[in-house]
């Protein structure tokens, strides 16, 4: 059956989805990863040729892989209509064809996430229509976000939302409900606002359960849905985007440069220099435990690569990783794939190599929720800051919190008062150690880190208040 033959490479981190797809030793592969090894890696392994690389638009959220892998295989990039680009590359046409084995693509043109956006129709050898990869155009549950086009186009996001409309019922929802979607994001993405944890479905469920194919939905109805509650796109979107767009250097060289082993003395020195940013990567819990002074941390296991991107402002910026032994290579390439090229170094050994050589270390002060609860109890006007997503807290705070998302920071930062002890949250303790890390870096230690999950204050008798209920009732 076909559908066998489409493989879906899903990425936690950035939840994007590839696509590598054969067929009588011809294969193609939809918005590749940075690293290039999973396509050739299966393209070897089964003895087949990658003849084309598509490209739904121009990603904002990660650096794509097509020229890279073009490079490494000969094969031949393909965008849609209106993708203008510093390298070579096919720019199809609406409705235009490609044949490899004995399947094909038909390219239909659906701009509104990005002008030049396009969703892949895969055809069989009887010319059925069999799935089609939607890019940020169609999300399970969801659609594209129409704003991260508008500095570059000089379209509102009013404009492009109604580009999208019609893409979605000209193009899209006349196609046949057998056809499988495959969309390039699912939950964690911030290309939507409510993509589903599926990453894959029918498109006839998709007319039934997605809100934004509703049959009975006007235009007028559509924009406004679309564009109401828009949080600002993180600010390496658009770098990441004309990355993509205009060329960027060799993933191998990244790795080469990026996996250079760093001793204690050389860390000392770095440590010295205002461009240097020392990145620890481990366990949130390790961290807080001790870690070297002038560490920011942005743990692995977590959304590494898009809050990196959130929070560190320049690409250019030069990094040396702290790491979990064995887990260098991997910080190194997920730094990579969301345009951070300049890590310079790792510490060999990681940080129990430091401490073991006795060398100075910072701790964060931190408590579990237990604790926070027992303590507020009996200290109820103690400055708390929540800085989870503004529809997280208006879901669900604690009463006397204020809400300060982590993913402003760099605006509250100044402003923030270290003369008072601060208390820190989110919903697990990742983002808040991230938070406390970045203060600490910035001379404002005075805080208190609260690890555990959210849920657990809701076990406490501390006050909420919630979407439903009246502050403090």
Same mark, same amino acid.
């Given at each position: 059956?076909?559908?066998?033959?489409?493989?879906?490479?899903?990425?936690?981190?950035?939840?994007?989805?590839?696509?590598?797809?054969?067929?009588? !030793?011809?294969?193609?592969?939809?918005?590749?990863?940075? @690293?290039?090894? #999973?396509?050739?890696?299966?393209?070897?392994?089964?003895?087949?040729?990658?003849?084309?690389?598509?490209?739904?638009?121009?990603?904002?959220?990660?650096?794509?892989?097509?020229?890279?892998?073009? *490079?490494?295989?000969?094969?031949?990039?393909?965008?849609?209509?209106?993708?203008?680009?510093?390298?070579?590359?096919?720019?199809?046409? =609406?409705?235009?064809?490609?044949?490899? !084995? *004995?399947?094909?693509?038909?390219?239909?043109?659906?701009?509104?996430?990005?002008?030049?956006?396009?969703?892949?129709?895969?055809?069989? @050898?009887?010319?059925?229509?069999?799935?089609?990869?939607?890019?940020?155009?169609?999300?399970?549950?969801?659609?594209?976000?129409?704003?991260?086009?508008?500095?570059?186009?000089?379209?509102?996001?009013? =404009?492009?939302?109604?580009?999208?409309?019609?893409?979605?019922?000209?193009?899209?929802?006349?196609?046949?409900?057998?056809?499988?979607?495959?969309?390039?994001?699912?939950?964690?993405?911030?290309?939507?606002?409510?993509?589903?944890?599926?990453?894959?479905?029918?498109? !006839?469920?998709?007319?039934?359960?997605?809100?934004?194919?509703?049959?009975?939905?006007? *235009? @007028?109805?559509?924009?406004?849905?679309?564009?109401?509650?828009?949080?600002?796109?993180?600010?390496?979107?658009?770098?990441?985007?004309?990355?993509?767009?205009?060329?960027?250097?060799?993933?191998?060289?990244?790795?080469?440069?990026?996996?250079?082993?760093?001793?204690?003395?050389?860390?000392?020195?770095?440590?010295?220099?205002?461009?240097?940013?020392?990145?620890?990567?481990?366990?949130?819990?390790?961290?807080?435990?001790?870690?070297? #002074?002038?560490?920011?941390?942005?743990?692995?296991?977590?959304?590494?690569?898009?809050?990196?991107?959130?929070?560190?402002?320049?690409?250019?910026?030069?990094?040396?990783?702290?790491?979990?032994?064995?887990?260098?290579?991997?910080?190194?390439?997920?730094?990579?794939?969301?345009?951070?090229?300049?890590?310079? !170094?790792?510490?060999?050994?990681?940080?129990?190599?430091?401490?073991?050589?006795?060398?100075?270390?910072?701790?964060?002060?931190?408590?579990?929720?237990?604790?926070?609860?027992?303590?507020?109890?009996?200290?109820?006007?103690?400055?708390?800051?929540?800085?989870?997503?503004?529809?997280?807290?208006?879901?669900?705070?604690?009463?006397?919190?204020?809400?300060?998302?982590?993913?402003?920071?760099?605006?509250?930062?100044?402003?923030?008062?270290?003369?008072?002890?601060?208390?820190?949250?989110?919903?697990?303790?990742?983002?808040?150690?991230?938070?406390?890390?970045?203060?600490?870096?910035?001379?404002?230690?005075?805080?208190?880190?609260?690890?555990?999950?959210?849920?657990?204050?809701?076990?406490? *008798?501390?006050?909420?208040?919630?979407?439903?209920?009246?502050?403090?009732?």
């Amino acid at each position: 059956m076909i559908e066998t033959q489409i493989e879906q490479i899903y990425t936690n981190c950035l939840a994007q989805g590839s696509y590598f797809i054969e067929s009588e !030793g011809e294969a193609i592969v939809i918005d590749p990863l940075r @690293e290039t090894f #999973p396509y050739l890696n299966r393209a070897s392994e089964r003895g087949v040729k990658i003849k084309y690389i598509f490209e739904t638009h121009f990603h904002a959220d990660f650096v794509s892989g097509h020229l890279d892998l073009a *490079k490494k295989t000969g094969a031949s990039i393909v965008y849609g209509p209106n993708a203008e680009t510093s390298f070579e590359k096919i720019s199809a046409e =609406d409705g235009q064809i490609f044949n490899f !084995g *004995k399947l094909s693509i038909k390219v239909l043109h659906t701009p509104g996430h990005t002008p030049e956006s396009s969703t892949f129709l895969l055809l069989d @050898e009887n010319g059925k229509e069999v799935s089609i990869f939607t890019g940020d155009t169609l999300f399970i549950s969801d659609v594209g976000r129409p704003d991260l086009a508008q500095k570059a186009t000089n379209l509102s996001k009013e =404009d492009l939302a109604g580009w999208m409309f019609d893409s979605l019922r000209n193009k899209i929802m006349p196609l046949p409900d057998h056809v499988m979607v495959y969309p390039a994001h699912g939950a964690g993405s911030a290309c939507g606002k409510n993509m589903s944890s599926e990453t894959f479905d029918t498109l !006839g469920n998709q007319k039934k359960t997605n809100y934004a194919l509703r049959a009975d939905m006007t *235009k @007028e109805e559509f924009i406004k849905e679309l564009t109401h509650g828009l949080m600002a796109p993180p600010q390496y979107f658009s770098k990441n985007a004309k990355l993509n767009k205009m060329g960027y250097g060799a993933i191998d060289h990244v790795m080469e440069t990026g996996l250079k082993a760093l001793n204690v003395a050389d860390i000392e020195l770095l440590q010295q220099q205002e461009d240097v940013l020392l990145l620890d990567v481990r366990d949130k819990w390790d961290f807080v435990k001790g870690y070297v #002074p002038g560490s920011v941390f942005i743990g692995l296991d977590g959304s590494f690569a898009p809050w990196v991107g959130a929070l560190i402002e320049d690409l250019n910026q030069k990094i040396v990783v702290i790491a979990p032994t064995g887990r260098e290579e991997e910080a190194v390439r997920r730094l990579a794939r969301v345009g951070y090229d300049n890590t310079i !170094g790792y510490l060999k050994g990681g940080f129990e190599i430091w401490s073991n050589a006795g060398k100075k270390i910072k701790q964060i002060e931190t408590l579990n929720i237990d604790t926070f609860a027992e303590f507020y109890i009996n200290h109820p006007k103690i400055p708390v800051i929540d800085i989870r997503k503004p529809g997280e807290f208006e879901s669900s705070h604690l009463t006397s919190a204020v809400n300060k998302p982590l993913d402003f920071i760099h605006d509250w930062l100044s402003s923030f008062d270290p003369s008072e002890k601060t208390y820190l949250h989110c919903r697990s303790g990742y983002r808040s150690t991230v938070a406390s890390s970045l203060l600490s870096k910035h001379g404002k230690s005075n805080v208190v880190n609260v690890i555990g999950s959210f849920d657990d204050f809701k076990e406490t *008798k501390l006050s909420m208040c919630t979407a439903e209920t009246a502050c403090g009732s």
